[in-house]
T-cell receptor, first 112, second 109 residues
């Protein structure tokens, strides 16, 4: 089954404790991206990647890192999480940037 | 600065009637527009799209209209069904995706 998977689905952590949210797609897509969804702000892009080893900042990259060492994986790293990073996070992929994106199920993060 | 805006946070419509969801954008360089639908506890799913060279695209009960001079996009759902109740996001593409803030549609049986 073609899909985008994210892990974990739910995470509670404390300020400053490094964490990684994994994202994997099995559709051989070139383009992958991370979004956060917050009330009243919709979906905002954090980082995106056009291909392996190519990553770019989106609208809200501060406090986040990403890597794209393999085509299928695009982990989101929070080196020192803060409470303002409490949010619902979505990973997405598409064959190319100009095509429909397929979203993962979301990761709900709470930073205390 | 929000380049894609959905000014109506919510909309309620009777079953069987038309639902019209609106979206405005500021960047005339966007070349592709999409609508996504999102249910609670799920990721957004693609609904319908339109290229900037077209002004209308239809898929079953869903039609998207693009007015480039007004920088306005709308989604029409006819007839509306209770299962259409969800949050709808419009999005525009120019090198990256830009999403609107979403409109929560409630279709009343």
């Amino acid at each position: 089954e073609a899909q985008v998977t994210q892990n974990p689905r739910y995470l509670i952590t404390v300020t400053g404790k490094k964490l990684t949210v994994t994202c994997s797609q099995n559709m051989n897509h070139e383009y992958m991206s991370w979004y956060r969804q917050d009330p009243g702000l919709g979906l905002r892009q954090i980082y995106y990647s056009m291909n392996v080893e190519v990553t770019d900042k989106g609208d809200v990259p501060e406090g986040y890192k990403v890597s794209r060492k393999e085509k299928r994986n695009f982990p989101l790293i929070l080196e020192s999480p803060s409470p303002n990073q409490t949010s619902l996070y979505f990973c997405a992929s598409s064959p190319l940037v100009q095509e429909t994106q397929y979203f993962g199920p979301g990761t709900r993060l709470l930073v205390l | 600065d929000q380049q894609v805006k959905q000014n109506s946070p919510s909309l309620s419509v009777q079953e069987g009637r038309i639902s019209i969801l609106n979206c405005d954008y500021t960047n005339s360089m966007f070349d592709y527009f999409l609508w996504y639908k999102k249910y609670p506890a799920e990721g957004p799913t693609f609904l319908i799209s339109i290229s900037s060279i077209k002004d209308k695209n239809e898929d079953g009960r869903f039609t998207v209209f693009l007015n480039k001079s007004a920088k306005h996009l709308s989604l029409h759902i006819v007839p509306s069904q209770p299962g259409d109740s969800a949050v709808y996001f419009c999005a525009a593409i120019k090198n990256q995706f830009y999403f609107g803030t979403g409109t929560s549609l409630t279709v009343i049986p």
